[in-house]
């Protein structure tokens, strides 16, 4: 989910040492290479998949009791505590406002409806008996965190809420796209991107997915790449976790 042309060949390293430590562990239907296509529901319910990256925000809505958690990368970006992620509220830096409210009958830009970080998490911060429609006068549907920035930027829209990973991943590798870019306001805390496997897929090798992925992130031979990647730990985390997120947006729809 927060793979960068800049991080490409890091993540097909890091895959093949999991894939090493995998294999050790008797995991069969391994793929030789990982699939860098982008993630979309078809995939993600496919009764084969082994590994992935979702939103939260699916894993409690189409895809709930479909695939199985497997667990929830940490990242070392601010923002993050643990493997809690927490959305940046953008703006250009010439504009006033440090509230939603203020933004009122401007244009948003959003990643995907389906997001939580660059969509539903706006719901949570809405006053009650507000909406997203009688909030801004415009909503702009760019496909990635990274083009909801440039929209901003360009001025095409006036906020977005971007993934405080991706913001730091493009902070680093891409500085200059958030140049004239400033944070007003932050979302509140919740459980990062979660990894999921097939509903087949048993629970053994659920615990050797867990520990391939948690000893390949201490793993001296690649520790540049995963220090390009931002990955810091994988936590243990469970359905229930979760639960959090499908409550927050039951309060949003109310």
């Known amino acids: ?39 979309n529901y078809a995939s993600w319910l496919d009764p084969d ?23 929830t990368p940490c990242y070392g970006v601010d923002g993050c505590e643990g493997h ?11 504009e006033y406002g440090t509230s939603l409210d203020d933004f009122r009958g401007r244009t948003l830009a959003i990643n995907s409806r389906d997001s939580l970080s660059g969509y539903n998490v706006l719901k949570f911060l809405l006053s009650e008996n507000e909406s997203m429609e009688n909030i801004f006068s415009k909503i702009i549907v760019t496909g990635k965190h990274e083009q909801s920035i440039k929209t901003v930027s ?4 006036d906020i977005a809420a971007i993934d405080c990973v991706t913001f730091g991943l493009i902070k680093h590798y891409r500085p200059e796209e958030i140049d ?35 000893t ?13 990647l931002m990955l810091s730990d ?20 109310s």
């Open 1 to 39: 989910m927060y793979e960068l042309p800049e991080t490409r060949l890091d993540h097909d390293k890091f895959f093949q040492v999991v894939r090493r430590k995998l294999i050790r562990r008797g995991v069969q239907r391994l793929p030789d290479t990982l699939d860098h296509a982008e993630e």
């Open 49 to 71: 998949l082994l590994l992935s990256q979702t939103c939260g925000y699916p894993l409690t809505t189409k895809l709930h009791n479909k695939v199985q958690l497997v667990g």
């Open 84 to 94: 809690f992620y927490r959305s940046w509220l953008i703006t250009r830096e010439n």
């Open 154 to 157: 360009s001025g095409a829209a």
């Open 180 to 214: 004239d870019i400033r944070i007003f306001a932050q979302g509140p805390l919740l459980p990062g991107l979660p990894l999921i496997t097939s509903r087949r897929t048993m629970a053994d090798d659920i615990e050797h997915l867990i520990e391939a992925f948690a």
């Open 216 to 228: 390949a992130v201490t793993d001296t031979s690649i520790s540049k790449e995963v220090k390009r």
């Open 234 to 253: 994988i936590a243990r985390t469970q359905p229930d976790d979760y639960q959090i997120i499908a409550t927050l947006n039951k309060q949003g729809e």
